[in-house]
């Protein structure tokens, strides 16, 4: 399965630092995307990465790519009670749709 | 104007039974999608739909039907609802396959 897997599945953290999430995957892809989703909503997607990039950035958002070890990592700095959500990866790989990961359930703490 | 949208939000009904769920996006986007949701959070691809052409997870029972009107809507329909069918079920959309996605609210059934 191409199925990519988010880790930690979960990760509780004070506000104002940072979270880091880190996604494996299994076989080549076009790009990767990142999504949050908020309890009871439907999916947002944050950024997109493609495959001959390393890192991206969006505001608070960075997003590094390795090709070479298939992960990718999004680091949210400086956090807020707000970024409260799960967050997915999802892979590109040509086969029409995106595959996503399992999910890091994130807590920010006021 | 919101981009996707799914009606119902909330649709409970008994085993047996045959529902289904419409999906509506005006973003002028080429390809649709449906997942499941789970209530382990994992999100499960089962159906996209590109330029008429319909790509099936191979792995969704054939009760479940994908029905495309026109590119603007792609519904989902159930025949002979089971228990296990209980689950959030997202439409998206996208310009084309490899491009980010915008997701509808979800339609959370329930089958008693």
């Known amino acids: 399965s191409q199925q990519g897997e988010e880790d930690p599945q979960a990760l509780s953290i004070q506000e104002g630092e940072n979270a880091t999430m880190n996604c494996s995957y299994k076989?080549?892809?076009?790009?990767l995307q990142w999504y949050r989703q908020n309890s009871g909503r439907g999916l947002v997607h944050l950024i997109l990465?493609?495959?001959?990039?390393r890192e991206k950035h969006s505001g608070r958002l960075r997003v590094t790519l390795d090709t070479s070890k298939k992960s990718s990592s999004l680091l949210i700095t400086a956090s807020r009670a707000a970024d409260t959500a799960s967050y997915f990866c999802a892979t590109e790989t040509g086969a029409n749709n995106l595959f996503f990961g399992t999910g890091t359930r994130l807590t920010v703490i006021p | 104007d919101t981009a996707v949208s799914q009606t119902p939000k909330y649709l409970v009904t008994q085993m047996g039974n045959d529902k289904s769920i419409k999906c509506e996006q005006n973003l002028g986007h080429d390809t649709m999608y449906w997942y499941k949701q789970d209530s382990k959070k994992f999100l499960k691809i089962m159906f996209s739909?590109?330029?008429?052409?319909?790509?099936i997870n191979e792995t969704v029972p054939n009760r479940f039907s994908p029905k495309s009107p026109d590119k603007a809507h792609l519904n989902l329909h159930i025949n002979s609802l089971e228990l296990g069918d209980s689950a959030v079920y997202f439409c998206a959309s996208s310009q084309d396959p490899t491009a980010e996605q915008y997701f509808g609210p979800g339609t959370r059934l329930t089958v008693t």
């Open positions: 076989t080549s892809i076009n790009n």
């Open positions: 739909y590109n330029n008429k052409e319909l790509i």
């Open positions: 990465i493609r495959s001959n990039e």
